[in-house]
C-alpha cells in the first residue's frame, strides 16, 4: 500500500508539473508531448516502485535477521538455565549421597554399661555423626532399638531397653534432630547377638541399634 501511494505522489506530481509548464507559457501540448510526458512520468513511477520495494525488501531481510538473533540468544539462554538446574540437581544429588554415606559408615550401635543408660563418651562422636544427617535431611527417620542381656527378670530388661533407646533419642534431638524423626522400641533380652554366657557375650547384647527407616 505505501509503495502504490508513492507512486501515485510522484507520477501526479510529474503531470502537475508538466500542465503548469504548458499553462504558463500558454502553449498546448501537442500529442506527441504529452505521450513523452506521460511515458516519463509512468518511467519514474516505476523507478520509485522499484525502489520501494528492495527498501520494503531489505527491512524485511533486517527484520528477519533481528528475530533470528532474538530466537538464538532466547534459545542460548534456555540451554543456559537447564544445563544450570541440572548442575545444581546433580551436586544436589551427590551431596545427598555423599552425606548419607558417611552416615552409614558410621557406628550403628551404641553399648552400655551393665544396668545403665548413660552415653559413653566414645559413642558420642558417632551419635553427632547421625544428628548431623539426620538434620539435614528432614525426610530420614530412625528407630532405635534397646536391648539388654538376659540377666534381670523379662520386664525389667524390656524397661532398661527403652531407657537406653530413650537416653540415645535425648542425645540426638539436643543435638537439633526433630523428635518426630526418632522412634524408641525395646526388645529387652529378646533380641541377644551373642548367646555366651560370659561378661564379654553379655557386653555385646547391652546396646542400642540405630536402624535408618529411608536411606
Known amino acids: 500500500m505505501q509503495v502504490g501511494n508513492l ?5 501526479t506530481s510529474i503531470l502537475v508539473v508538466f500542465i503548469g509548464a504548458c499553462s504558463s507559457t500558454g502553449e498546448t501540448a501537442d500529442a506527441t508531448a504529452s505521450t513523452q510526458a506521460a511515458q516519463m512520468a509512468a518511467e519514474a513511477a516505476a523507478l ?11 527491512q524485511a531481510q533486517v527484520q528477519a535477521q533481528a528475530e533470528a538473533q532474538a530466537q538464538a ?6 540451554e543456559a538455565a537447564q544445563k544450570a538446574a541440572n548442575d545444581a540437581a546433580t551436586a544436589d544429588a551427590a551431596q545427598q549421597q555423599q552425606a548419607q554415606d558417611a552416615a552409614q559408615a558410621l557406628a550403628h550401635v551404641i553399648y552400655f554399661d551393665f544396668d545403665q543408660s548413660t552415653i559413653k563418651a566414645e559413642f558420642r562422636t558417632a551419635l553427632n555423626g547421625h544428628a548431623a544427617y539426620l538434620s539435614q535431611n528432614p ?12 540377666r ?11 531407657r537406653r533407646g530413650n537416653a540415645v533419642s535425648r542425645y ?13 522400641v525395646s526388645f529387652g533380652e529378646e533380641r541377644p547377638v551373642n548367646a555366651g554366657q560370659d561378661s564379654a557375650s553379655w557386653s555385646e547384647n547391652r546396646r542400642v541399634e540405630i536402624r535408618y527407616i529411608n536411606y
Open 73 to 78: 540468544q532466547a534459545q542460548a539462554a534456555s
Open 139 to 150: 525426610s530420614a527417620m530412625v528407630v532405635l532399638e534397646g536391648h539388654a542381656d538376659e
Open 152 to 162: 534381670g527378670t523379662r520386664e525389667y530388661n524390656i524397661a532398661l531397653g527403652e
Open 7 to 11: 507512486s501515485k505522489i510522484i507520477a
Open 172 to 184: 540426638l534431638v539436643v543435638q537439633g534432630v526433630s523428635v518426630d524423626a526418632i522412634e524408641v
Open 48 to 58: 520509485a516502485e522499484t525502489q520501494a520495494l528492495e527498501e520494503a525488501q531489505v
